[in-house]
């Protein structure tokens, strides 16, 4: 569930209970986006065609999860970062800006 206030949430009820796609304008940044709620969300944002970028510590896993997202025709992007480290997270929102 997207958490409201957050930019797009309503477009994104509104393609789900309307069966359309996202707009590309819209971009997803997900932290912890490897594994669990935090990949389940990249794999839908992605489906719907958003642009994902997913964030996290294992590179590997990371790249091979941009492919996957990659397939359903959505752009998507890995930032290794820690959440823990301020700089991490500096870059991160730079990056995806």
């Known amino acids: 569930m997207v958490?409201?206030?957050f930019t797009g949430s309503s477009?994104?009820?509104a393609a789900d209970t309307a069966g359309q796609q996202l707009g590309p304008d819209l971009i997803f940044q997900i932290t912890g986006g490897?594994?669990?709620i935090g990949?389940?969300?990249?794999v839908a944002f992605?489906?719907?065609g958003a642009?994902?970028?997913v964030?996290?510590?294992?590179d590997e896993a990371g790249k091979a999860l941009v492919e996957e997202l990659r397939a359903f025709g959505s752009e998507a992007e890995f930032i290794h970062a820690d959440?823990?480290?301020e700089d991490d997270v500096r870059n991160m929102v730079q990056l995806a800006m």
């Open 3 to 5: 958490e409201k206030g």
């Open 11 to 13: 477009q994104l009820d």
């Open 34 to 36: 490897l594994t669990g």
């Open 39 to 42: 990949r389940a969300a990249a």
């Open 46 to 48: 992605a489906k719907k």
């Open 51 to 53: 642009e994902v970028v």
């Open 55 to 58: 964030a996290g510590r294992r």
């Open 83 to 85: 959440v823990r480290k």
